[in-house]
């Protein structure tokens, strides 16, 4: 099957530092997703990519679709201690049934205040 | 306000035993999911339904029954098959897929399931 690959897979930070956090695949991808989860809840959308090279933010956040449609990051400028939790990226395959999504295994963020 | 609603938040199961977790959805979405996850992993896929009383396996079906006779319910029993089955569940639900929408999937706040 389709294989993810997040990393780093924890961040243990200090208030104010910024953030980079990335994933990759095995294929190539038509929709990269982030997802931010706190314990005890499910995961929120943060930000949606459906277009290669596409860079967009939400606040404080920034991510982009790769060129080569394999990979994506997310970056987390001046962290604050309520950016702690888990945040997940989850691509959707360009061919066939385009329901599934592929999880990465998560990157654990610690905000040292 | 619109969103989906899992119950219970925690739930206890005996061995042998069948459980339930409830999934309500109020956006009008045609697309629901169940997704299993565990400490350290990704969300793992187990049932997903596209359309009223239709529902497909995800990667992890083993031990799981849906059923979908409601567009906004899609209940997920825990059978006694499934031999692991103390986790995270968590429901999704996006708009229809099928005419090519890339919208993504929202999540309800999970069900934490345990054995007794």
């Known amino acids: 099957g389709q294989q993810l690959n997040q990393s780093p897979q924890s961040m243990f930070i200090q208030e104010g530092e910024d953030v980079s956090m990335n994933c990759t695949s095995s294929?190539?991808?038509?929709?990269w997703l982030w997802y931010k989860q706190e314990p005890g809840e499910g995961p929120v959308l943060l930000i949606a990519l459906y277009k290669a090279g596409e860079l967009t933010s939400n606040g404080r956040l920034t991510a982009q679709f790769g060129i080569t449609r394999k990979d994506s990051f997310l970056n987390i400028s001046a962290s604050i201690p309520s950016d702690v939790g888990i945040y997940f990226c989850a691509g959707r395959n360009s061919g066939g049934s385009n329901y599934k999504l592929t999880f990465g295994k998560g990157t654990l963020l610690t905000v040292n205040p | 306000d619109g969103g989906i609603t899992q119950s219970p938040k925690y739930l206890f199961r005996k061995e042998g035993q069948n459980v339930t977790l409830s999934c309500e959805q109020n956006l009008n979405h045609d697309a629901m999911y169940w997704y299993r996850q565990d400490p350290g992993q990704g969300l793992r896929l187990i049932y997903y339904?596209?359309?009223?009383?239709?529902?497909q396996k995800g990667d992890i079906a083993e031990g799981y029954s849906v059923s979908r006779e409601k567009k906004e319910s899609f209940p997920l029993t825990v059978t006694s098959a499934q031999k692991n089955p103390t986790a995270f569940y968590l429901c999704?639900?996006?708009?229809?897929?099928?005419?090519?929408?890339?919208?993504?999937?929202?999540f309800g706040d999970g069900t934490r399931l345990s054995i007794l």
């Open positions: 339904s596209q359309i009223v009383n239709d529902f």
């Open positions: 294929s190539i991808f038509n929709t």
């Open positions: 999704a639900s996006s708009p229809q897929q099928g005419s090519g929408s890339n919208q993504p999937q929202h």
